[in-house]
C-alpha cells in the first residue's frame, strides 16, 4: 500500500492530502506534491474520473518497480 492511501480496493487507492502526508513525513508539502505529481506523469497514480479527488488507480507492479530503485 502507497504510505499515507487508505485501500478501498486491490488497485485504489485514497490519498490523504498532501498537508497531512507532508506532516506525517515531516516534509513540506510542496514536496509530497512534487512526487505525487511524478506518480501521475509515470502512471503510477491515475485519477479516477467522475469520483472524488483522492481516489486513484494505482499501478502496484510500476510502484514496486520505482521502490527497488
Same mark, same amino acid.
Given at each position: ?10 488497485? !485504489?487507492?485514497?490519498? +490523504? ?5 507532508? =506532516? ?5 508539502? $510542496? #514536496?509530497?506534491?512534487? !512526487?505525487?505529481?511524478? +506518480? ?5 497514480? =491515475? ?5 472524488? $479527488? #483522492? ?15
Amino acid at each position: 500500500m502507497v504510505a499515507g492511501a487508505v485501500a478501498t480496493a486491490p488497485d !485504489v487507492v485514497e490519498l +490523504l492530502t498532501t498537508d497531512e502526508m507532508a =506532516d506525517i513525513l515531516g516534509v513540506t508539502a $510542496e #514536496s509530497v506534491s512534487r !512526487v505525487i505529481a511524478e +506518480l501521475k506523469r509515470e502512471s503510477v497514480l =491515475d485519477p479516477i474520473k467522475n469520483n472524488n $479527488e #483522492s481516489l486513484f488507480t494505482c499501478d502496484l507492479e510500476a510502484l514496486e518497480k520505482l521502490a527497488q530503485k
